[in-house]
C-alpha cells in the first residue's frame, strides 16, 4: 500500500513539471506505464490502450485538460459526476469536463469509467492481448466520433510498442509488488504467431530465461536470431520454439527506428526469410516507411540498402559498402542505430570519440546497449565512417469532417490551434466539410 501512496505522489508532483516544459512521448510512457500495467491487472482494461488513449486525449501530456486539470483521458463531466470540473472547447464551446486531484486519479476514473458502464461492457470480452480489436471497440461502443480512432490508437500502440507492456502483465508481473520476486514458474504461456513466447523481467539475461524455462541457452539465442552472449532488456519478448517461415499478416510497414530483428521478432518470423521474402541483402535494413511483405516474396526493391537521401557534405556513393572508404564529417549530431553485436567501444572508434562521450550524450549509466537502439552520436563535428541520412520532414494534411472543429483537429494532431490558422492563413475558426488543412 506504501509503494502505490509513494508513486502516486511521485505522479501528482511530476504533473508540475509538465507546465514548464512540453514532455515527449516517451517521457509520458515511462512516466505511465506502471500505473496502466497496474490498471489493467485490477480493473482488465490493456495496459496499451490505457497509454495509447492517453497520449492521444492529452497530448502526451501537454494539452490543458491534462496540465490544470489532470484529465489525460477527455472524460466529460455527465450527469453522475459529482467532482471538480474544468471548461474547454470540443464538440461544443466550453464543455465540462471531469478534474482531478493527480493523473493517477484520471487513470483510476477511465478504468472505471469503461469497466462499470454497461455501454463498454463488449470490451471485456475481448482478448486482454488484442489491442487492435479493443480499438475497434472502443469506436463502436461510442468512445469517440472520429471514424478514424481505432487506425490512430492501433498506430500509437505500434509506433511505440505498447504491446510489450500487455505481455508483461499476462506474465503476472506486479508492477506494485512491493517485494518483487522471479517466479519460478511461467504462470502464463503467451503466444504469438502460434509460438510461444517469453518476456524479459528486469535483471534476466539469457541464462536465467533459458533455467526458467528449462531450454538451453544456445536455444534460446537460436529460436530468436542472437548471437551467442547478446544482452537483452527488460520487456524484450523472446521466442521458446523456433520462429515461422512466414508470419501471421502479410505485410508491414517499416516505422522509424525499426530493424529487420525487431520486425522480425514482432511477428515471430525467422529474418533470413524475412530478408528472402524482401529480396534484401542480409545484415541491410529497411527504410521507414517501406512495405516489407511477411507472407509472400514481394517485386524486387529500388535497393535491399538503406537509400541515402542528403550526404553531409555532398558525397555520391551507391552502396554503403563504398561509403565506408569515405569519411564524412557531420556538421551535427549524428544518430546511430545499434547492429547486432555492437558494443559502445565499438561505436566510439567508428566515429573517433569516446565511450564516456557517447554515455553522456545519451543519458546512458551503463555500458549496455540493445539491437535497434538509437544512439545520439557527438554534439559538433564527427568523423562518422558511414553516410548520415537527413530524411526532410513530410507534410501532414487533415480533411475536415462532418462536426469537427479546429480545436478538435488540434487535439488529434497535438498541435496548436494557433498553427493551424498560422500554416493555412486562416482568418477565422469557421470550417467546411471537405475543406484541406495542413497540419505540418
Known amino acids: 500500500m506504501f509503494t502505490r501512496i509513494l508513486f502516486a505522489v511521485i505522479i501528482f508532483f511530476q504533473g508540475f513539471n509538465s507546465v514548464a516544459q512540453k ?58 459526476w459529482t467532482g471538480c470540473t474544468i471548461k474547454e472547447d470540443d464538440d461544443d464551446l ?9 493523473a493517477n486519479d484520471s487513470y483510476k476514473d477511465h478504468s472505471r469509467f469503461l469497466k462499470e ?11 486482454k492481448d488484442d489491442y487492435r480489436s479493443w480499438s475497434q471497440g472502443l469506436r463502436d461502443c461510442g468512445y469517440a466520433t472520429n471514424p478514424r480512432y481505432p487506425q490512430l490508437l492501433i498506430g500509437t500502440i505500434e509506433r511505440n510498442r505498447l504491446g510489450r507492456f500487455d505481455s508483461i502483465v499476462l506474465q503476472g508481473y506486479d508492477p506494485f509488488n512491493e517485494i518483487p520476486t ?20 528486469a535483471g534476466q539475461q539469457v541464462p536465467d530465461i533459458a533455467k526458467e524455462n528449462q531450454m538451453g541457452e544456445w ?49 515471430g518470423i525467422k529474418i533470413k526469410h524475412l530478408y528472402k521474402k524482401n529480396k534484401m541483402e542480409s545484415g541491410t535494413q529497411a527504410k521507414a516507411g517501406e512495405t516489407l511483405h511477411l507472407q509472400h516474396k514481394g ?68 555500458d549496455n546497449i540493445y539491437m535497434g537502439m538509437v544512439l545520439l552520436i557527438g554534439a559538433g563535428n564527427v568523423k562518422a565512417q558511414i553516410p548520415v541520412e537527413v530524411q526532410e520532414p513530410l507534410a501532414v494534411w487533415h480533411i475536415v469532417e462532418s462536426g469537427e472543429t479546429l480545436y478538435g483537429i488540434a487535439k488529434l494532431h497535438h498541435v496548436n490551434v494557433n498553427d493551424i490558422t498560422s500554416i493555412n492563413n486562416l482568418s477565422g475558426t469557421n470550417l467546411t466539410v471537405g475543406q484541406k488543412l495542413r497540419i505540418k
Open 23 to 80: 514532455q515527449s512521448v516517451q517521457a509520458y510512457i515511462e512516466l505511465y506505464k506502471e500505473i496502466a500495467m497496474q490498471e489493467m491487472r485490477d480493473f482488465g482494461v490493456p495496459a496499451s490502450i490505457t497509454l495509447a488513449q492517453g497520449l492521444l486525449e492529452s497530448g502526451s501530456g501537454n494539452s490543458r485538460l491534462a496540465v490544470e486539470g489532470n484529465n489525460h483521458f477527455g472524460i466529460k463531466c455527465k450527469k453522475e
Open 94 to 102: 466550453q464543455e465540462c469536463f471531469r478534474c482531478y486531484p493527480s
Open 117 to 127: 458502464n454497461v455501454r463498454y461492457s463488449k470490451l471485456f470480452t475481448l482478448s
Open 182 to 201: 522471479v517466479k519460478e514458474v511461467v504462470a502464463m504461456t503467451i503466444v504469438n504467431n502460434n509460438i510461444p513466447i517469453t518476456v524479459a523481467k
Open 219 to 267: 536455444q534460446i539465442y537460436k529460436y530468436n536470431d542472437l548471437k551467442k552472449g547478446a544482452i537483452i532488456n527488460p520487456g524484450d519478448v523472446l521466442y521458446l520454439k523456433p520462429k515461422k517461415r512466414k508470419a501471421s499478416v502479410a505485410e508491414h510497414v517499416v516505422k522509424p527506428g525499426e530493424t529487420m530483428w525487431i520486425i522480425s521478432q514482432e511477428y
Open 299 to 366: 517485386e524486387m526493391p529500388d535497393t535491399g540498402i538503406v537509400k541515402i537521401t542528403k550526404i553531409i557534405p555532398a558525397v555520391v556513393v551507391n552502396e554503403i559498402e563504398k561509403a565506408t572508404e569515405i569519411p564524412v564529417v557531420a556538421e551535427g549530431p549524428v544518430k546511430h542505430v545499434v547492429k547486432q553485436g555492437e558494443t559502445l567501444y565499438g561505436i566510439s572508434r567508428q566515429y573517433s570519440i569516446s565511450v564516456e562521450t557517447i554515455k553522456e550524450a545519451n543519458n546512458l549509466v551503463s
